[in-house]
């Protein structure tokens, strides 16, 4: 055998090595974040509203691309300002509330895994409030969600296939730079 068909296939010994390295240790995507829990929490009842909500999950989430909504029962949204993401909790603050009834707390947020998690959970306001809401379309809002997200459904992470690739780039300029000065 000759050096050139040695050094060839040795190549593609080490490339399909790599290859099988890539598919064999790219292993399942780690648990999304999940809803912990939220301050007020989900179905307390209370007698006057709060000043703001919370919301807990699983993992530390992103700053920015987190949406948060508070709709009363007259359709209304009472949420105000911007929304803050601190270690594992999204918060944004509240407008006075109106009418008693469930208030329904809508959430969107990136988890730092960069996956989307959405949900709601409410709680019901047993005396009315001096407020009044704003209609929806006009209610301010934080940044939308990640554009382009999956709704959590998970998948396997873009790195490996990043590292695979370069892997066989640097394989092919070293063999091209080796079988060259034969």
Sequence with gaps: MS????LASRAVAV?????LALFLGAGPASAHAQLEGSDPPDGAS???GPSSVTIHFSDSMQA???TV??????HLAYQQGQVTAANDSVTTGVMPLGPAGR????YRVVSDDGHPVQGSVSFTLTRPGPGKGVPIANAPQAADAAPGGDGGSGGAPVWPWIVG???LVAGGV???LRLGRS
Excluded: C, H, S
């Design 103 to 106: 208030y329904e707390i809508g």
């Design 165 to 167: 690739a370069v892997v």
């Design 69 to 74: 909504t508070v709709i009363g029962p007259d």
């Design 174 to 176: 070293a063999l091209a």
């Design 46 to 48: 209370l007698a006057t």
């Design 3 to 6: 050096r050139a068909a040695r």
């Design 15 to 19: 490339l399909v090595a790599a290859g």
């Design 64 to 66: 920015g691309f987190n």
